[in-house]
């Protein structure tokens, strides 16, 4: 019972807060609505048993993802009148979207292969380590996919990467190489000049 209310609780949380961060008109609460929304999703998952997910989320999400976007929000001087310009226009869609999101969700939560053993309560031992769980199963029975999901990340940083260090022709840097090699008489012309004395 109370672990129902638990749930509930942090449930509730959860939902106003991922509402709150597409409706908030300021970016930077929006954000911090998001890190709201991970830190009820690492409880939800406390409360199934999947300790190692939910430090997981917490630790790579709310504390390095969010710290950052969080920086990059409140450095750049965002214009936000022209990115509200298109929302009506647009609110149809998202609407047509979610109503099909909720449709398919339904759709799979009702099938008969959907496992809700979780929900019914089963308690494992003192000693159960679902760390140990989930590295077997990614390891032997989902290896491929996992592999496979780590080269795309792998292409996507070097493409990242790639666009980012692209070199604008209008940028002058500075070469050290030529810096280094130039020398003195280059640089530098010694001019000798007759001495004046001034008749006093």
Known sequence: MIEQIIFYFFAAIL????????????PVHAALFLVLSFFSSAAIWLLLEAEFLA????LVYVGA????????????????APLREGFTR?????????????????LIVSSDSFNLNQAEGIKHAADYSNTAELGLIL?????????????ILLVAI????ALTMRKSK????????QQVAVK???RVRLVKMESEKRDT
Request: charged share 15%.
């Open 170 to 177: 209008t940028l002058k840097t500075p070469k050290p190489e």
């Open 90 to 106: 647009y609110l149809p869609v998202g609407i047509l979207v979610a109503v099909l999101m909720l449709l398919f969700m339904a």
């Open 55 to 58: 430090i997981t989320l917490v």
């Open 15 to 26: 939902i106003i807060s991922a509402s709150m961060v597409i409706t908030v008109r300021n």
């Open 65 to 80: 993802v969010m710290v950052l976007f969080l920086f990059v929000v409140m450095m750049l001087d965002i214009n936000l």
């Open 139 to 151: 390891y032997t029975e989902y290896l491929y996919p996992f592999e496979i999901a780590g080269a």
């Open 158 to 161: 070097i493409a990242a990467i």
């Open 184 to 186: 003195r008489e280059d």
